[in-house]
């Protein structure tokens, strides 16, 4: 099967798309993403990503390129022109192409849209039975990480840093020795009294699609639940800690850095958390089908 990639309207080759050297992406990190889990050939939360886009765009004072239902049928076109059953759709959508200069272009340009979609490989089994491993690091982004910027250079020394720790993630954490999120997921501790916690959307996160779900999953759980910044040191002395995002969905973290977190196995939460979000998801399908 050959990849095809939209490009601006166009369904082309995966290995031919390409966008202009002067796409203000390229040159300025000047647009947004989101990433969409596929399951069963459906984009997931497509709603919640949608809505997310629209408000990254506002923030950027990027005009929407096109219509949401656009969007949304340019997407389920590119996963089912990849084939992609489970796996992952991409959208991005940069300001355009414009002669080089750091202020927006006066004249009006065309937003350059760009999706491409493919299957990933399910979560090794061991992940989910025994946990990952998540490293810290000094959150060194910048002030507006509520915007899904393309400008990921910062999560993507995390990210490496984590891959040569042996690591899953890292989570990151202010000047204060609060955390923030993931390199590429929002952060979630059990505390010792039992309260599950993540932090409140803030210019210092991205909004979670996953998380904004979970919250309303937690709920329908009856879980006692806790919307509020917490420390490294909470962080190390946590009865659980997982990551989520819509690749990660729910992924338990039973060690952080050097430390083991409570027993060294998954929480009852986050596995709670998971099959509640797994179930969730196959509900999505169905209404699709
Ligand atoms: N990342 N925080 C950051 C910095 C992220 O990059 C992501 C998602 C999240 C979780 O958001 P959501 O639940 O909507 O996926 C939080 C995506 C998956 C990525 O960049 O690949």
């Not at 060194?140 to 995390?158: E, H, Q, S």
């Not at 505390?191 to 909004?207: D, H, K, M, Q, Y």
Request: glycine residues 6%.
């Amino acid at each position: 099967m050959s990849r095809v990639a939209y490009v601006n309207g166009r369904y082309v080759p995966h290995r031919q798309a390409s966008v202009h050297v002067e796409d203000r992406g390229y040159q300025f990190a000047d647009g947004i993403y989101e990433v969409c889990t596929v399951r069963d050939g459906v984009p997931m939360e497509e709603k919640g990503h949608l809505d997310r886009l629209e408000r990254s765009l506002r923030e950027m004072r990027i005009d929407m390129p096109m219509s949401r239902a656009a969007f949304s049928l340019a997407m389920r076109e590119t996963i089912r022109r990849n084939l992609v059953t489970n796996g992952i759709v991409y959208l991005q959508v940069t300001r355009g192409v414009s002669p080089r200069d750091h202020a927006f272009p006066t004249k009006k340009i065309r937003p350059a849209v760009v999706m491409t979609a493919r299957n990933a490989k399910a979560h090794p089994a061991a992940w989910i039975e025994d946990g990952v491993k998540a490293i810290t690091m000094p959150d060194i982004r910048w002030g507006r990480c509520d915007i899904k910027t393309v400008g990921l250079l910062p999560n993507c020394f995390a990210k490496q840093a984590a891959r040569e720790n042996g690591a899953y993630e890292t989570i990151l954490y202010d000047d204060k020795g609060v955390v923030t999120e993931g390199s590429s997921s929002n952060a979630w501790i059990v505390t010792e009294a039992g309260a599950l916690v993540t932090r409140a959307p803030s210019n210092e996160i991205l909004n979670g699609v996953t998380r904004l779900e979970l919250i309303k999953l937690a709920a329908a759980e009856g879980l006692k639940f806790e919307e509020r910044s917490f420390t490294l040191d909470e962080l190390r002395r946590a009865r659980e800690v997982f990551v989520t995002s819509a690749s990660s969905f729910v992924m338990p973290v039973t060690q952080v850095d050097d430390k083991t977190v409570a027993n060294g196995k998954p929480g009852a939460v986050a596995s709670k958390l998971r099959a509640a979000l797994m179930a969730h998801m196959d509900a999505q399908v169905a209404a699709a089908k």
